[in-house]
């Protein structure tokens, strides 16, 4: 048993839709959620930059004793996510992993469809992710660039948003893929465009709660279920402008977003990483 | 639903553990099991070879019309797993990731001992597997050459087999691993040696189990357990001596191996594999 909180973190407000998934799956647990949206979005931004944020992330995370670290950020996870657990003392998940393995559980015909932002469709770390579970599956991804810009605006219903997921989706439709992941934490907001678009035989796979459910197993699993009987505690933190937190987190994650507090970047950490402990001893 | 059974192949019994594990988990599933003794142990064979015979049992098994493919072993896992997944039509499933991805989970100090045969330490394929999900792990490998035999003698527990537990496990033990992955299907027939010695606090980490768990979960998530009220069909069949795989059989399986069918090699198949429909396609 373990009561520490589960830390969070994204470039804005996106990873609140997989906090909303933590929470409905895990109830008693406490979160601590850092957005970035002073700097976010990180997808225009080199690689070895966003590496370096979500390494000061993970430090400022850990130094506040959290017990898992969670990267709801695509571009996030596919940049920094192996340095952030080889510099870390507890497990760090990421986004990319957990919606591979549902969509390769899900399919029936192993033809799998990925939508994302151009960085994570780029990096390629679904298809790697995917086939290491299936070598055999065929994947079809696309980069759907401007619809992130839809849910920021709120805009996640009507005809131009469907016009837009019409546009994006059709080839996937027409080569026949029987699940899609929905590889960004902006699109599960999307979801009912996108299910209806793509229609009911086409099952879409969340990473939000892909990583959800990965996040209890492997709590349940390390016995670090939280045990307390006390309301678990939810605090959210962000590097920018607060109004626009509060009002965007409200909208992606529900009135549980009462009170954002503004960290100062660069964000406050012991520089107490211990020196990367990957090793393989083979004994003679 | 899917009345089919599920296939499972080793080069000899040991598999049969993973047909119990998926047995006690998926109590109303048919289950097909071919046990290649006439060419195991697979071990000291090339890997090319190795992975001729994953693919020619694979064909065979899919011949007979099983829904999903278990390569129960872990040198043909190492050898041929992703060559059959991109031949095959149904999912194929190896013993390693599970195992891999189960010590990733369980594992407090992040430091997860493996044993397994020369074959498959030598192929580093848990540290592959491990490192792909928690690239901050250390990862404390050790083949255990004998230990497959004394299991294969019937010598599970007294005085030699603890003697030669602790010689391989030791330097384990000192390294401080609080999970140990048993990566050979017939180590859990140890479980009760290899546990007293490792002691209370290391978690073992059985391919069976884990294999079993994710096999229900990928029919499970497929609409693909079975639905019939009839009771299931067991079937085990063998390339070699039949006295030998029934007597070995029941001491790894149990009384349900009755009868075990002797099949010629080389195995009739349809020869109908699909070229490997392995490809990504990114739209524009």
Chains 1, 2 share one sequence.
Do not use: W
């Not at 969509?103 to 679904?126: D, E, F, L, M």
């Not at 933190?237 to 507090?261: I, W």
């Amino acid at each position: 048993m373990n009561d520490a909180p589960i830390g969070v973190f994204d470039s804005g407000v996106g990873g609140l839709t997989v906090v909303r998934a933590i929470m409905s799956r895990l109830p008693h647990e406490s979160i601590i959620y850092f957005g970035d949206n002073a700097r976010g979005p990180y997808g225009p931004r080199p690689i070895q930059e966003v590496r370096d944020f979500a390494l000061e992330i993970s430090g400022f995370l850990e130094d506040l004793g959290v017990k898992i670290i969670v990267i709801a950020c695509n571009s996030a996870t596919s940049a920094g996510l192996l340095e952030v657990q080889r510099r870390c003392r507890v497990p760090v998940l990421g986004v990319v992993e957990p919606g591979a393995r549902g969509a390769v559980q899900a399919t029936r015909n192993r033809r799998i469809g990925v939508i994302g932002t151009v960085v994570t469709i780029r990096s390629r770390a679904y298809l790697r992710a995917i086939r290491a579970l299936d070598a055999g599956a065929t994947v079809i991804s696309r980069a759907c660039p401007t619809l992130v810009d839809f849910v920021e605006r709120g805009e996640v219903e009507g005809p131009r948003v469907e016009a837009e997921v019409a546009k994006y989706l059709s080839p996937l439709k027409k080569r026949g893929v029987d699940t899609l992941v929905l590889g960004c934490t902006h699109y599960p907001l999307l979801r009912g465009v996108i299910g209806r678009f793509m229609g009911q035989e086409v099952r879409l796979i969340s990473s939000d709660e892909e990583v959800a459910r990965e996040v209890e197993e492997n709590l349940r699993r390390r016995g670090y279920l939280r045990a307390s009987d006390t309301p678990p505690n939810y605090r959210f933190m962000c590097s920018g402008d607060v109004g626009q937190a509060v009002s965007l987190g409200r909208f992606f994650l529900g009135p549980e977003v009462e009170e954002v507090e503004r960290v100062e970047l660069p964000l406050a950490s012991s520089g107490s990483f211990p020196k990367g402990h990957l090793s393989e001893v083979s004994c003679p």
